[in-house]
């Protein structure tokens, strides 16, 4: 069944069949391995066409992984937060900020974790210790004090 002609570069004769290939997919390095695609490969750009079946197994197999990639860092959002001993309120104002109730949508999986957050998470989960830093980061002190110098120059600048 090959000579079609490829959609993408225009090569008659471009496009030839393959079966039993397997192809990752992922999301977020997150991976799965999918088996036995055929389709169409054209030989001049490379680009790939499944059949209708293998079409719809790479989709729903795609669509499954974001599925559990969700729930999966939902889960581990809730893991590390109490571990932390944090309530999802506490949560919130020392680490993401945003609204009261957004730790409770991550770990519903109704939202993903913008990466920083769930990086910072992570970053907790293995040094918990640092949770003392965060708190005293949030106090915001050593940037009153940065304040604070800024405007004493800003003074003796004037004065001078
Ligand atoms: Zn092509």
């Given at each position: ?12 004769d ?27 490969e ?14 719809e ?23 590390i ?35 920083p ?25 050593d ?16 004065a001078?």
């Open positions: 069944m090959n000579g079609k002609q490829c959609f993408s570069c225009g090569t008659h471009g496009l030839q069949y393959f079966e039993g290939r397997s192809f990752t997919i992922d999301f977020k390095k997150m991976t799965r391995q999918i088996g036995d695609i055929s389709g169409y054209c030989r001049v750009c490379g680009e790939i066409e499944f059949d209708d079946g293998s079409a197994r790479y989709s729903e197999a795609s669509d499954q992984l974001l599925i559990d990639c969700r729930q999966l860092m939902a889960a581990e959002m809730k893991r937060r109490r571990k932390l001993k944090l309530s999802q309120k506490e949560a919130v104002k020392l680490l993401s900020g945003g609204g009261h109730n957004a730790f409770s949508r991550y770990e519903r999986a109704e939202l993903a974790p913008p990466q957050l769930f990086m910072l998470m992570r970053l907790l989960d293995r040094h918990p210790h640092l949770l003392g830093d965060v708190q005293a980061l949030c106090e915001g002190a940037l009153r004090r940065l304040l604070a110098s800024l405007d004493q120059e800003r003074q003796a600048a004037l001078s």
